[in-house]
């Protein structure tokens, strides 16, 4: 039972460069989320989605595309990373309905731009 | 702006006492929380939900909720070194949106 996972879970990239995380889910949840988390900011949101093909923005967009083309994978873009992208990355899924709204992360991705 | 407020602590207990932490939140929409543990280098892992209010037990935990006061806390009983973690405060969105609102986390230390 795998459940989420995220690759890769350590990363050092340079100014300038693109790079992207990737967050698999085996529970076939509908709802998936990426968080940012820094010292003295806590987790913030920076997109979701809620099945494929559907995506919306969270609290910090700026700078990251995402897609979800299949349900268990919902990848996430630095189209041109920045110095004040390095943070602490976790993918979050979901089987959203009335009565709980939990979420389970995964592993982490730990982000360094030089 | 929907907020989760939490003391960042932090909060120092001895070993075998309780630990209370607690949380309040701004959005009166909010239905569903929840208490997600963090340790040092992890990712949050959920310890509680609650979505009614009143007190909901489970082992060492309790999870309290006030809608009223918006207000939600986490008593832990017979605290161990191995508590010592951050404790996230969650609350939904609302608006049926699927997204939570977290706290920043309030640093819990047992000492033995």
């Known amino acids: 039972d795998a459940g989420i996972t995220q690759s890769p879970r350590y990363k050092i990239t340079e100014t300038g460069r693109q790079v992207t995380l990737m967050c698999h889910q085996t529970?076939?949840?509908?709802?998936m989320f990426w968080y940012r988390q820094d010292l003295g900011h806590g987790l913030r949101l920076i997109y979701y989605s809620a099945a494929a093909d559907i995506t919306d923005k969270g609290e910090v967009p700026d700078g990251y595309v995402v897609s979800r083309s299949k349900t268990e994978n919902f990848p996430l873009t630095l189209e041109s990373a920045t110095r004040s992208q390095t943070s602490v990355y976790f993918c979050a899924s979901s089987e959203y309905d009335r009565a709980t709204e939990t979420q389970y992360f995964g592993p982490g991705t730990r982000l360094l731009v030089l | 702006q929907k907020e989760v407020e939490q003391n960042s602590g932090p909060l120092s207990v001895p070993e075998g006492a309780i630990a209370s932490l607690n949380c309040t939140y701004s959005d009166r929409g909010s239905q569903s929380f929840f208490w997600y543990r963090q340790y040092s280098g992890k990712s949050p892992e959920l310890i509680m939900s609650?979505?009614?209010?009143g007190d909901k037990e489970d082992g060492r935990f309790t999870a309290q909720l006030n809608k009223a006061s918006q207000y939600v806390s986490l008593l832990i009983r017979d605290s161990q070194p191995s508590d010592s973690a951050t404790y996230l405060c969650?609350?939904?969105?609302?608006?049926?949106?699927?997204?939570?609102?977290f706290g920043q986390g309030t640093t819990l230390q047992v000492k033995p």
């Open positions: 529970w076939s949840h509908s709802y």
């Open positions: 609650i979505y009614s209010n």
């Open positions: 969650a609350a939904s969105s609302g608006g049926n949106t699927g997204k939570l609102i």
